[in-house]
Nanobody, 119 residues
Framework: QVQLVESGGGLVQAGGSLRLSCVAS????????MGWYRQAPGKQRELVAA????????YADSAKGRFTISRDNAMKNTVFLQMNSLKAEDTAVYYC????????????WGQGTQVTVSS
């Protein structure tokens, strides 16, 4: 089992920045990739950014050029999401996700952290 704990959410004005952190504990050796998803009220959960164990990254079009995902190089159990130039439409609950090597398709989720961007 893997436990994920997010932090760093909050209220920020449009144009501002926030940095989210997610710390994984438990069977972290079983993690293949980590990422961030978000869910706004009345909308489906969507991928924001992901980083594979080898370091390759993937971003939603809405996040490209503004958000940066990174991973702690020493421990590799912490993932960050640096969010710049925030917009009102970035308001959502942000969830940390970890994908397991085995069993294939197993997902772990954090409890979520609220990000609110005021216009």
């Amino acid at each position: 089992q893997v436990q994920l704990v997010e932090s760093g959410g909050g209220l920020v004005q449009a144009g501002g920045s926030l940095r989210l952190s997610c710390v994984a504990s438990g069977s972290i050796f079983s993690i293949n990739a980590m990422g961030w998803y978000r869910q706004a009220p009345g909308k489906q959960r969507e991928l924001v950014a992901a980083i594979a164990s080898g370091g390759s990254t993937n971003y939603a079009d809405s996040a490209k050029g503004r958000f940066t995902i990174s991973r702690d190089n020493a421990m590799k159990n912490t993932v960050f999401l640096q969010m710049n130039s925030l917009k009102a439409e970035d308001t959502a609950v942000y969830y940390c996700n970890a994908k397991a090597l085995l069993p294939v398709g197993k997902d772990y989720w954090g409890q979520g952290t609220q990000v609110t961007v005021s216009s």
